[in-house]
């Protein structure tokens, strides 16, 4: 996953530390919509848990993965609902193409 290249300490650090987000992000009609974009470091993908429940689905068929902790990755298909709950430790798999996502806070 490193693209070929042998990863130093020092990369490492800087990989885990970098904070910037492979998204862009708006509102519209109650919703969160992220733009996730694959020319984004590979890195950026991180493992993370999400402050409230959240229900996530793409606004299109797509090529990218989404994976729950312990589960097998599973394509992403337009329409398909996800339930995450608050805590649940997940991650998205980049591919090729841009995709779309919209997000529903369980608050």
């Known amino acids: 996953m490193n693209r070929g290249k042998r990863l130093t300490a020092s990369d490492l650090i800087r990989m885990m ?10 509102k519209k ?3 969160i919509v992220r733009e996730f974009f694959p020319n984004a470091p590979w890195w950026l993908f991180k493992w993370h848990r999400d402050e409230c429940d959240r229900v996530i689905w793409a606004t299109h068929d797509s090529d990218w993965y989404f994976q729950f902790e312990d589960e097998k990755p ?3 298909q337009k329409g398909q609902k996800i339930y ?19 997000i529903k806070e369980k608050l």
Not at 17 to 26: A, L, S, V
Not at 84 to 102: A, C, D, N, Q, Y
């Open 17 to 26: 530390e970098d904070n910037r987000k492979p998204f862009k992000q708006w």
């Open 29 to 31: 009609d109650g919703l």
């Open 74 to 76: 599973f394509r992403l």
């Open 84 to 102: 995450i709950k608050e805590g649940v430790l997940h991650r998205l798999i980049p591919s090729k193409t841009k995709l779309i996502i919209k």
